[in-house]
T-cell receptor, first 114, second 112 residues
Framework: EPEVTQTPSHQVTQMGQEVILRCVPI?????FYWYRQILGQKVEFLVS????????KSEIFDDQFSVERPDGSNFTLKIRSTKLEDSAMYFC????????????FGPGTRLTVL | QKEVEQNSGPLSVPEGAIASLNCTYS??????FFWYRQYSGKSPELIMF????GDKEDGRFTAQLNKASQYVSLLIRDSQPSDSATYLC????????????FGKGTLLTVNP
């Protein structure tokens, strides 16, 4: 069964450094997302991406964040200058569209900012 | 601010019993409703989605939606110890492409 994959599984970085989290969505899906979950808290929406552009973003997704689909398979989340409060699990998700169910989540990247 | 409320639990049921998980939401315009299962340290796993009022059954799982009451529930029949997890209710408003608002989740423990 097709799955969303994410790399790395764990990323440790120093405050102020840039990180790039990578995802390979399910191959025939058209809508891509990043969500995050701070330890012990709710899953929170960050951004949705469709047709090579951002379709929606939350207030969390400020100028420090960006997303890109550099090729036909990868979907990335970049955090330009990490803060301590960016420490969280970051989940990539995808779906083929309305009424198709989903989004289907990847296994996540645990980001630890020191 | 759209809100999704769930009983935080923990909910404890014996093996073989029916587990009932509840969720209410604040946005009357919400169109799509999802139940995810999340094991500790893992990602959310989609188990059910429902768009129309009424019941939707899939194996041991039944989702129930009542838009007038802004209420969605999940029933798990013949609960198994492997069902022990946190169950997340998520709601999508009508105008967005799966920008989901999640509840805090209900921790379910199924005792052998």
């Amino acid at each position: 069964e097709p799955e969303v994959t994410q790399t790395p599984s764990h990323q440790v970085t120093q405050m102020g450094q840039e990180v790039i989290l990578r995802c390979v969505p399910i191959s025939n899906h058209l809508y891509f997302y990043w969500y995050r979950q701070i330890l012990g808290q709710k899953v929170e929406f960050l951004v949705s991406f469709y047709n090579n552009e951002i379709s929606e973003k939350s207030e969390i997704f400020d100028d420090q964040f960006s997303v890109e689909r550099p090729d036909g398979s990868n979907f990335t989340l970049k955090i330009r200058s990490t803060k301590l409060e960016d420490s969280a699990m970051y989940f990539c998700a995808s779906t083929s569209g309305a009424l198709a169910g989903g989004p289907y989540f990847g296994p996540g990247t645990r980001l630890t900012v020191l | 601010q759209k809100e999704v409320e769930q009983n935080s639990g923990p909910l404890s049921v014996p093996e073989g019993a029916i587990a009932s998980l509840n969720c209410t939401y604040s946005d009357r315009g919400s169109q799509s409703f999802f139940w995810y299962r999340q094991y500790s340290g893992k990602s959310p796993e989609l188990i059910m989605f429902i768009y129309s009022n009424g019941d939707k059954e899939d194996g041991r799982f039944t989702a129930q939606l009542n838009k007038a009451s802004q209420y969605v529930s999940l029933l798990i029949r013949d609960s198994q110890p492997s069902d022990s997890a946190t169950y997340l209710c998520a709601v999508n408003d009508g105008g967005s492409n799966y920008k989901l608002t999640f509840g805090k989740g209900t921790l379910l423990t199924v005792n052998p």
